[in-house]
Nanobody
Framework: VQLQASGGGLVQAGGSLRLSCAASGPTVDTYAVGWFRQAPGEDRKFVAAINSSGGSTYYADSVKGRFTISRDNAKNTVYLQMNSLKPKDTAVYYC???????????????????WGRGTQVTVSS
């Protein structure tokens, strides 16, 4: 499975961005996908995850109510819609894939088998 994140950029506080994670591979639609972020000097932190069918999602408390994860399996793409952005959301955002049977451990980066390159999100105050 190969993953490519895109959609990052510079936005003012209160604004919105939509990140995309394009996946390729023969069994990509059998994988759950998560988004993580890493700010300078900090560990990589869980943001959101979605199971292979898209029927289950969960979020870090810090983004709940502001971010929405979704997927379009016909396009092999997972999205992260980010609204009401805050300066503390500034980070490099990564998407990653893990087998469906590990989905309920998706908050841990160690459960993921595949990672994409990150995309920078910068929120100015």
């Amino acid at each position: 499975v190969q993953l490519q994140a895109s959609g990052g950029g510079l936005v003012q506080a209160g604004g919105s961005l939509r990140l995309s994670c394009a996946a390729s591979g023969p069994t990509v639609d059998t994988y759950a996908v998560g988004w993580f972020r890493q700010a300078p000097g900090e560990d990589r932190k869980f943001v959101a995850a979605i199971n292979s069918s898209g029927g289950s999602t969960y979020y870090a408390d810090s983004v709940k109510g502001r971010f929405t994860i979704s997927r379009d399996n016909a396009k092999n793409t997972v999205y992260l819609q980010m609204n009401s952005l805050k300066p503390k959301d500034t980070a490099v955002y990564y998407c990653a894939a893990l087998p469906e049977w590990r989905y309920f451990s998706a908050a841990s980066p160690y459960q993921y088998d595949y990672w994409g390159r990150g995309t920078q999100v910068t929120v100015s105050s």
